[in-house]
């Protein structure tokens, strides 16, 4: 049973900084605060605007090679207590989160409190002792939606709500679960590393700030422990 809630600092930022700067220059920006201003007023003009963003930068070949880095994977490795060709990157995402003035957008990638197995158990790839890694491309905070986590990890993969978001258009599926008696917010500096169990509870942040937050999404399973799931 892996018990994991750890914020750990990158030794080697250049790989992030390569994929921040990548990020920040498809919208001609050179910082975070400068690409917070562009994209906001990108998407006032056209409301499909960050999510096609979203979609290119998951599309790209930065993206893959991101989800391959070295650094990371060997990071998963360690906190799993596994071998490096053991690890498999599985279900990588990248996340735009705007400001919550944009309620329309915060609605639809806003999550609340669940686990991640009660989600990505039923795709495949994971057990219940994958993890997941959250990396800011900027400091987060409280302010900026850092996520919030349980303190406690749950012993067992709990009963889920699940529902649509859009029920009309069956879009936006969301998975439920009740909420930890004690959580923590994981405010964290650039180049630092949020990673935790796939029994965890946790939910989005809310973005009170002006800046866009920017997250890439990580989840690592043991190939391993997964044929010894799935043949259990």
């Known amino acids: 049973m892996?018990?994991?809630?750890?914020?750990?600092?990158?030794?080697?930022?250049?790989s992030l900084q390569d994929f921040q700067k990548f990020c920040f220059s498809l919208s001609g920006a050179?910082?975070?605060?400068?690409?917070?201003?562009n994209v906001q007023n990108l998407q006032v003009q056209d409301?499909?605007?960050i999510g096609n963003l979203q979609n290119k930068i998951v599309a790209s070949s930065e993206f893959y090679e991101i989800t391959k880095d070295l650094a990371l994977r060997s990071l998963a490795a360690k906190l799993m207590d596994v071998e490096l060709q053991d690890i498999k990157i599985v279900f990588p995402f990248f996340r735009i989160d705007l400001p919550k003035?944009?309620?329309e957008e915060e609605e639809k990638i806003s999550l609340p409190w669940h686990q991640e197995a009660g989600y990505y158990l039923a795709k495949g790839d994971c057990t219940p002792d994958s993890i997941v890694m959250s990396i800011a491309l900027h400091d987060c905070n409280n302010e900026n939606?850092?996520?919030h986590i349980g303190c406690k990890m749950k012993e067992e993969v709990l009963k889920h709500k699940s529902f649509y978001m859009?029920?009309?258009q069956k879009k936006h599926f969301r998975v439920e679960c009740a909420e930890p008696k004690e959580s923590m917010i994981a405010e964290t500096k650039f180049g630092q590393v949020v990673a935790f169990d796939f029994k965890r509870p946790h939910r989005s942040g809310i973005n009170r700030s002006n800046l866009v937050r920017l997250t890439l999404l990580l989840r690592a399973s043991s190939k391993f422990e997964?044929?010894?799931f799935l043949n259990h």
């Open 2 to 14: 892996r018990d994991l809630l750890e914020i750990i600092k990158l030794d080697d930022l250049t």
């Open 30 to 37: 050179e910082t975070h605060e400068k690409f917070s201003e």
């Open 47 to 49: 409301k499909r605007y």
């Open 101 to 103: 003035e944009f309620k």
């Open 145 to 147: 939606g850092a996520i």
């Open 166 to 168: 859009d029920k009309n």
């Open 226 to 228: 997964v044929a010894q």
